[in-house]
């Protein structure tokens, strides 16, 4: 069958050995528009369903081909590989990039702390970045003080991104891959410099929640209106 073969070309083994003819195909157009095929071992009662692969690996739901678009590959740990795709962007070093997020067409967002020891010339590349899983270009789009904290809304329409030492989440409509619309700050958290921000995950019912430094524990944040709640932890860092 037609998706038969397209599996057998995503296999890690024939990328490796160069013999698929997929190897050139990430982040292409494999299938037509409106179709996917996903990989889901999580469903409960179903054959071959398990929380376990092979190699002893947990194992989650991922989307081989979304919307038409082949979003991966299948690899173990023999066919994997670490890879250096980036080290610059717009002609800055990275200096800390931390926080990622993939969106549903195969690029990735992520936040830039800089250092402490950053030159202004360094600072300058503090923010924002975007960049593409084929390694073919990496840039930054929104320049923000110290972001350090990264995320997607649900419906992968408004960036959501954490400032450590203002404290101040910020949100930013997604007009298309590395393009942002109007942005907007959700809500100021930093308490008058008591709590530092470090990190953010996006709930699938919307929420944020970003992590606090020195004040410690979670803050949980409604976009819509920029309330929030705050959950003690008991780390401080």
């Not at 081989?64 to 690899?75: E, S």
């Not at 997607?152 to 329409?157: A, C, E, F, T, V």
Request: glycine share 16%; with cysteine.
């Amino acid at each position: 069958s037609l998706v038969g073969h397209l599996l057998s070309a995503v296999n890690g083994t024939s990328i490796a050995r160069g013999a698929s003819w997929l190897g050139d195909a990430l982040g292409a157009q494999v299938l037509p528009k409106g179709m996917s095929i996903i990989e889901d071992p999580l469903r409960p009662r179903i054959s071959g369903s398990r929380p376990f692969d092979a190699e002893g690996l947990p194992t989650r739901k991922r989307m081989i081909v979304q919307d038409g678009i082949l979003m991966g590959w299948t690899l173990d740990l023999a066919t994997g590989r670490w890879e250096r795709l980036y080290d610059r962007a717009d002609g800055l070093p990275l200096l800390a990039p931390n926080d990622l997020v993939c969106d549903e067409l195969g690029g990735f967002w992520f936040s830039d702390h800089g250092l402490p020891s950053s030159t202004s010339a360094e600072r300058q590349g503090q923010g924002i970045c975007y960049g593409r899983l084929d390694g073919s270009g990496v840039g930054r789009v929104w320049r923000l003080e110290s972001p350090n904290g990264v995320g997607l809304s649900p419906d992968g329409r408004t960036l959501y991104a954490a400032e450590t030492f203002t404290g101040r989440l910020w949100a930013a409509t997604v007009e298309g891959p590395g393009q942002l619309g109007r942005r907007w700050i959700v809500s100021e958290l930093g308490q008058n410099g008591k709590r530092l921000l470090d990190s953010l995950k996006v709930e699938a019912g919307g929420a944020v929640v970003v992590a606090g430094v020195l004040t410690g524990g979670l803050v949980r944040v409604e976009p819509a209106s920029g309330a929030w709640a705050a959950t003690r932890m008991p780390d401080p860092v």
